[in-house]
């Protein structure tokens, strides 16, 4: 049963919680640019803007300085240890920590931390997933101070450890991780975006930022109900479960009234987060009972893949507070939505322009109208790569369904910039844009609400939404790290062809007109090429997905489909082109995203019978025998038992269709061994083997009685909050 324990008197134990003053909190719990302004020298200081600002290395004496200063601080925060913060290949956070004490000479110690300490860190390299590119007994590795990220403090109840973001890379130099990547992604967007920005008259730009901000989505349940789920705990999602007689189709949890609990728990994660800098904006439910989201402001999208990753160790680390435990699985539960995180992508200058702001009249904005081509571009030639950064075993589960985006790459414009697009395919050049307007409400105490030039798309997996790109396949559980780094990395190759033939018909001297003129003609070129990846209707219907294949977009509706995409030729070129991945290091992630998927699918089964023969088999079994034997004294006593024996045989029955389904996937599993090609046999028959044992499972829940019945509900777990 739920936890009866107040969730208020769980998180603080006196069952009052203080207001939260958000400007005196923010960025509490992180040596951001205000502490190192306070605490620096100002020459150190100046050193590491310029680092974090332009790139220029530090030295020894200033790493020096900015080591010390940050131990200072963080021994006041009450931080005993310090730990070097990185995201291997397996999506989420590692660390190690060390103490600050060093013993003296004198048997005493003292607290220490140099700019060695700072700079290089030297993990274990050997037990995370290398895809080939070190052996396993191969072990050093190295973390290295990534100073665009600022240091923060964790506190776990009265233990406080300082955390310093870090890129991890092998004793060889492969990246083993997902930050270096990215920073690699973002160095060449900027170098590609600089060199438009100066062939297009501004010349003022020092750099360019890819941005982002990502929406979370994620389940809450009881804590109780978890641990009596051994589905829950070890693969993250309900592999057992038939569908309550209410799910989602009543549409009122969606921006519902937040639940106490829930709420409660939503204001502690806020707090927790706003202390360690990250901008949270939105809260609300979610679409399917249980379900709920955050949303963060736009952030330099490396700073933004950090805190994406502490929220989701926030989230989940917080919810126990209260009796709840965070689920961040793509689909824990079948028959309701799953949960994305929706990528809200765009490019700022350091002069503090957006370059995908269309403005009032797009069609005269010759800026966004290039960064903007340049990014369809590169999703219509990449499409097969960006499918395959969001593939895996758990948002298969979601991708397609009526739910969440189809596997089809596809790009929603809207009424506005679809006719602007069109415009210069068709005549070279757009002479206007549909005006936004406007929209009445009928009723003279409401306001004329200003009214978008066009609708949203919420079937499309990469929409234009005001001024950015928003990729909503991204799915819940994942780093935000290698979609990014692709979409990073793709954009600079399109930048780069495009800028390659502005250049070309621009000559020595362009006058305003002539580069206009050219600036039309490059980019009605390339929209005419890309103009098939632009789809602005239903994304779920069958028709759409018959026209995607006349227009020759790819359909690649599982992981071990779209995996091939990260080592294609063109993902090769583009990724070496602009020194972002080698061809070794892609095909490391192609084979560790293949093992992880293998390795998802077969705890799922491992799990899926384990369950079906221990816990509903021995159920439906006692439910059998219950009713024997009541039909059996029923019939010493002479009275009729007839719908007792319907009942019984009906169990039976249901009995044996599980039992035929737990030899299937037996043998599944048993002639997976034997397969060249393990994720393909995952998906064509250990799957289906799985999905028939939980329809067998799911009849049984329906039939055997309620006090048998070995685990909780649907029905208890999505609704008792």
């Given amino acids: 049963m739920p936890s009866t324990l107040s969730p208020t008197l769980r998180m603080n134990g006196n069952g009052h919680h203080a207001p939260m003053d958000v400007e005196k909190i923010f960025g509490q ?209 309900t592999l057992l479960g038939a569908a309550p007689p209410r799910g989602q189709e009543m549409d009122d949890h969606y921006f519902g009234t937040i639940p106490e609990r829930v709420m409660a728990f939503m204001n502690a994660v806020e707090e927790e987060l706003y202390k360690l800098g990250v901008p949270v904006a939105t809260r609300h439910n979610e679409v399917a009972p249980g379900q709920y989201e955050f949303a963060p402001i736009f952030e330099n999208a490396n700073v933004a893949a950090d805190h994406q990753q502490l929220m989701m160790m926030t989230l989940q680390r917080m919810a126990s507070r209260f009796g709840l435990v965070c689920l961040l699985h793509e689909k824990p539960f079948a028959g309701v939505n799953g949960s994305g995180k929706h990528c809200n992508f765009s490019m700022g200058t350091d002069t503090g322009m957006n370059l995908l702001e269309p403005g009032e009249t797009p069609h005269e904005n010759l800026l966004f109208l290039f960064f903007c081509t340049a990014v369809i571009q590169s999703v219509h030639r990449h499409q097969g790569l960006l499918r395959a950064t969001i593939a895996t075993a758990a948002n298969d589960h979601r991708l397609g369904a009526n739910e969440a985006p189809p596997a089809i790459l596809s790009i929603f414009l809207g009424d506005q910039l679809t006719d602007v697009f069109e415009q210069i395919a068709e005549h070279g050049k757009a002479a206007s844009s549909k005006a936004s307007g406007f929209l009445g409400l009928g009723t003279p105490v409401l306001p004329h609400l200003p009214r978008h030039a066009g609708d949203r798309n919420r079937t499309s997996p990469f929409a234009f939404t005001g001024n950015k790109f928003e990729f909503r396949a991204v799915g819940s559980s994942q780093s935000v790290s290698l979609p990014l780094t692709a979409l990073n990395t793709i954009t600079a190759e399109a930048i780069d062809d495009l800028s390659t033939k502005l250049e070309a018909k621009l000559g020595k001297k362009p006058n305003k007109q002539a580069l206009e003129n050219a600036v039309h003609d490059v980019i009605a070129d390339a929209i005419r090429a890309s103009k098939a990846i632009i789809f602005n209707g239903d994304g779920y219907s069958d028709a759409w997905h018959k026209e995607a294949e006349k227009r020759g977009l790819l359909n690649l509706k599982t992981t071990p489909d779209a995996l091939p995409q990260l080592t294609s030729a063109s993902t090769v070129e583009a990724f070496t082109t602009y020194d972002v991945l080698s061809e070794a290091e892609l095909e490391s992630r192609e084979e560790i995203l293949t093992e992880q998927y293998v390795m998802t699918v077969n705890i799922e089964a491992a799990t899926t019978e384990n369950m079906a023969q221990t816990m509903v088999l021995p159920a439906a079994v006692r439910y059998l025998s219950e009713l024997i034997d009541t039909a059996a004294r029923g019939n010493d006593l002479g009275l009729s038992f007839g719908g007792t024996l319907e009942t019984a045989r009906e169990v039976s029955a249901l009995i044996d269709d599980l039992k035929a389904a737990l030899g299937k996937l037996e043998k599944s599993r048993v002639a997976l061994h034997a397969s060249k090609n393990e994720a393909k046999t995952m998906k064509d028959k250990v799957l289906p083997a799985m999905s028939d044992v939980r329809a067998a499972c799911d009849a049984l829940e329906g039939v055997i009685a309620d006090d048998l019945w070995p685990l909780p509900s649907y029905r208890e777990m999505l609704f008792i909050k």
């Fill in 29 to 237: 719990n992180t040596f951001g640019l205000s502490e190192m302004k306070a605490r620096l020298p100002k020459s150190v200081y100046k050193h590491l803007l310029a680092t974090i600002q332009d790139g220029e290395p530090i030295n020894v004496e200033v790493a020096d300085a900015i080591a010390l200063a940050m131990k200072e601080w963080a021994v006041e925060h009450g931080a005993t240890h310090y730990t070097h913060w990185f995201q291997p290949l397996t999506g989420r956070t590692a660390e190690k920590h060390d103490s600050f004490i060093t013993p003296n000479e004198g048997g005493g110690a003292m607290a220490e931390f140099s700019g060695k300490n700072l700079f290089q860190g030297e993990p274990d390299a050997s037990s995370f997933p290398s895809g080939g590119l070190r052996a396993t007994f191969e072990a050093r590795g190295y973390t290295a101070y990534d100073p665009t990220s600022p240091a923060f403090i964790i506190k776990h109840n009265n233990v406080a450890t300082l955390c310093i973001p870090t890129a991890f890379a092998s004793w060889t130099g492969e990246a083993l991780d997902h930050k270096i990547p990215l920073l690699r992604s973002m160095e060449a967007l900027n170098k590609q975006a600089k060199r438009a920005l100066s062939l297009l008259g501004d010349a003022d730009v020092a750099r360019v930022t890819a941005t982002l901000g990502s929406e979370q989505e994620y389940f809450l349940i009881d804590e109780s109900f978890f641990l009596e789920r051994p589905d829950l705990l070890v693969a993250g999602r």
